[in-house]
């Protein structure tokens, strides 16, 4: 069973919080971002970006002491406020193609040690410090975790009357997206919260991996005793966001490859023929529609890949992850890529209409070849943390994308 706990989270104050939440920094591009930080005073951006006020780029733990004073002056000017009392916060996003809910909480640290809260992908050991680093000097964090579990009816319907009332915050940004926020404060519906996820025994990442991970490598710094100015409740958890599997979106990561060589398209259908059978499709943009299909643009043209039943071997549930089928089948012995990560030659998308991109790209002489596949299930996702396994990066982009600064878990300050 995991620790589902409320928290006094700090938050923009009710008649500032459409000017004070923001897409996370890296969803920005540097014109837009450096836009809406000049007409826009109360962005939560000033926070994460505490140079702009004095027109230089600050790094390190200049940066990191710097988002903890601008952060501060937020609260002194009013513009954040602090929560009275411990509480759960409802929260409901809609756009024009989606609408999901779900609940910011605290959860333990320790519950992520134990495997109680499962992963899914690798983290990189440099951004896990650096991300503590960051964490040990600002004390708070703004960004949640994004957990997943199995639909739970009580809890449903518990929600389902708290979105019947008046919520806390009601507001929509620029990218029309609508926001609601309930604070739960009543205790009665707090312990009832507790008792309903009582039922959940594991909680899953669906994003937030090196967020989750750097906070447990904090934690255990802290543990060890030399910095105890922060309570023990504190750096023992972090703040997350627990959505129901029926309310998250999975969507897929297209691949681009350059730099595929002097290999004439013959060749290459011919060492595609190993695993799949081939059908081509023509110049018109294809996306494949069923699990162990993919689609490749190449050279003007679409195919579409179906993986022959008995041409490649399912042994464990990462096996049977198209992402992975694509890299062992094709990727990497066709192409020689056997670093996901770090290999020049390949670059990853993911947007509405992606076979239309894909041919653009290649057809502009961009990319030599780009692959597409159906989008990753909760099925597999759970199966792959149950099993201890890690899927290829860029295997799943997972809706929603959570704003910043709605709630934010203060380490001097959570009551949890």
């Known amino acids: 069973?995991?620790?589902?706990?409320?928290?006094?989270?700090?938050?923009?104050?009710?008649?500032?919080?459409?000017?004070?939440?923001?897409?996370?920094?890296?969803?920005?591009?540097?014109?837009?971002?450096?836009?809406?930080?000049?007409?826009?005073?109360?962005?939560?951006?000033?926070?994460?970006?505490?140079?702009?006020?004095?027109?230089?780029?600050?790094?390190?733990?200049?940066?990191?002491?710097?988002?903890?004073?601008?952060?501060?002056?937020?609260?002194?000017?009013?513009?954040?406020?602090?929560?009275?009392?411990?509480?759960?916060?409802?929260?409901?996003?809609?756009?024009?193609?989606?609408?999901?809910?779900?609940?910011?909480?605290?959860?333990?640290?320790?519950?992520?040690?134990?495997?109680?809260?499962?992963?899914?992908?690798?983290?990189?050991?440099?951004?896990?410090?650096?991300?503590?680093?960051?964490?040990?000097?600002?004390?708070?964090?703004?960004?949640?975790?994004?957990?997943?579990?199995?639909?739970?009816?009580?809890?449903?319907?518990?929600?389902?009357?708290?979105?019947?009332?008046?919520?806390e915050y009601f507001f929509t940004t620029t990218d029309r997206i609508t926001h609601q926020l309930w604070v739960i404060s009543n205790p009665e519906q707090i312990s009832e919260i507790r008792e309903g996820f009582k039922a959940v025994k594991t909680l899953y990442i669906a994003d937030g991996h090196h967020r989750s991970a750097s906070s447990d490598l904090l934690a255990r710094r802290m543990q060890k005793g030399s910095h105890r100015e922060v309570p023990k409740g504190a750096y023992g958890s972090f703040m997350s966001y627990l959505i129901p599997e029926s309310q998250l979106r999975i969507r897929s990561f297209s691949r681009l490859l350059s730099g595929?060589?002097?290999?004439?398209?013959?060749?290459?259908?011919?060492?595609?023929?190993?695993?799949?059978?081939?059908?081509e499709k023509g110049s018109t943009p294809f996306e494949p529609t069923e699990k162990h299909q993919f689609s490749m643009y190449l050279s003007g043209l679409f195919y579409g890949l179906k993986l022959r039943k008995h041409s490649y071997r399912f042994s464990d549930p990462l096996d049977a992850l198209d992402s992975q089928i694509l890299y062992k089948t094709v990727l990497e012995p066709l192409f020689g890529v056997t670093d996901l990560r770090h290999d020049s030659r390949i670059h990853y998308m993911c947007a509405r209409m992606n076979a239309l991109k894909i041919k653009k790209m290649v057809d502009k002489g961009v990319y030599d070849i780009g692959f597409g596949m159906t989008p990753v299930n909760v099925g597999e996702l759970k199966a792959i943390s149950d099993a201890g396994l890690k899927m290829p990066p860029k295997s799943t982009f997972i809706e929603p994308k959570l704003p910043s600064g709605l709630t934010i878990y203060d380490f001097q300050n959570p009551n949890v």
């Open 260 to 279: 595929v060589g002097n290999r004439n398209p013959d060749e290459i259908l011919i060492g595609l023929d190993r695993f799949f059978r081939i059908q």
């Open 1 to 167: 069973m995991a620790e589902v706990i409320p928290f006094q989270a700090t938050r923009p104050a009710p008649d500032k919080v459409a000017s004070v939440v923001s897409r996370s920094y890296d969803q920005y591009g540097a014109k837009e971002r450096k836009a809406v930080m000049a007409y826009n005073p109360f962005s939560f951006l000033h926070i994460i970006d505490p140079g702009f006020k004095f027109h230089k780029a600050v790094q390190g733990e200049q940066r990191f002491s710097m988002v903890r004073n601008r952060y501060l002056e937020f609260l002194e000017e009013g513009i954040l406020i602090r929560e009275e009392t411990p509480s759960y916060y409802l929260y409901r996003t809609q756009q024009e193609d989606y609408s999901t809910y779900g609940v910011f909480c605290a959860t333990s640290t320790a519950d992520y040690r134990r495997d109680v809260i499962r992963k899914h992908e690798e983290t990189l050991s440099f951004r896990e410090t650096l991300f503590a680093d960051y964490l040990q000097t600002v004390k708070f964090n703004a960004e949640p975790v994004l957990l997943t579990y199995p639909d739970q009816p009580d809890l449903d319907a518990l929600f389902a009357n708290i979105m019947g009332e008046e919520p």
